[in-house]
């Protein structure tokens, strides 16, 4: 089974009707759903999501269903090691570099995410387009 991380952007577009990506953020996940991709979010991710979100009741809905169908998984202290040796190292930006090595600690195939910089720490980053190809 293929394996995916989204980035905190994706799953604000996929959650909020609002954002500009969130029809895109819709044909991801369809496409995503129909071909059996296993899709991994950080658990980390569920406290920033629901904090940008504006409608709470529907954001804790939502995380009760993606509970069932995704992987919501920790860092961990391995994770939280590397990352920030890199961010130091490199001058990168802490959360996408925290999110780059729990993909890889959980061997995603990519980070699927609409930012413009995304850090690279050896995984394949790709945003709504390069995915869909």
Same mark, same amino acid.
């Given at each position: =089974?293929?394996?995916?991380? /989204?980035?905190?952007?994706?799953?604000?577009?996929?959650?909020?009707?609002?954002?500009?990506?969130?029809?895109?953020?819709?044909?991801?996940?369809?496409?995503?759903?129909?071909n059996?991709?296993?899709?991994?979010?950080?658990?980390?991710?569920?406290?920033?999501?629901?904090y940008?979100?504006?409608?709470?009741?529907?954001?804790?809905?939502?995380?009760?269903?993606?509970?069932?169908?995704? =992987?919501?998984?920790?860092?961990?202290?391995?994770? *939280?090691?590397?990352?920030? *040796?890199?961010? /130091?190292?490199?001058?990168?930006?802490?959360?996408?570099?925290?999110?780059?090595?729990?993909?890889?600690?959980?061997?995603?195939?990519?980070?699927?995410?609409?930012?413009?910089?995304?850090?690279?720490?050896? *995984?394949?980053?790709?945003?709504?387009?390069n995915?869909?190809?």
């Open positions: =089974m293929n394996r995916v991380f /989204l980035d905190t952007n994706i799953v604000l577009d996929i959650l909020i009707e609002e954002r500009k990506n969130h029809l895109k953020s819709k044909e991801l996940l369809t496409y995503l759903l129909l059996n991709y296993e899709i991994v979010i950080s658990e980390d991710m569920l406290s920033t999501i629901y940008i979100a504006k409608n709470k009741s529907t954001t804790l809905k939502f995380f009760q269903t993606i509970q069932e169908e995704w =992987m919501i998984v920790p860092y961990g202290k391995e994770v *939280v090691t590397k990352a920030l *040796v890199f961010a /130091l190292d490199n001058n990168s930006d802490l959360e996408d570099t925290l999110q780059c090595f729990c993909a890889s600690s959980y061997h995603c195939e990519c980070v699927i995410s609409s930012d413009k910089k995304f850090v690279d720490c050896g *995984v394949k980053i790709v945003n709504y387009e995915f869909l190809k």
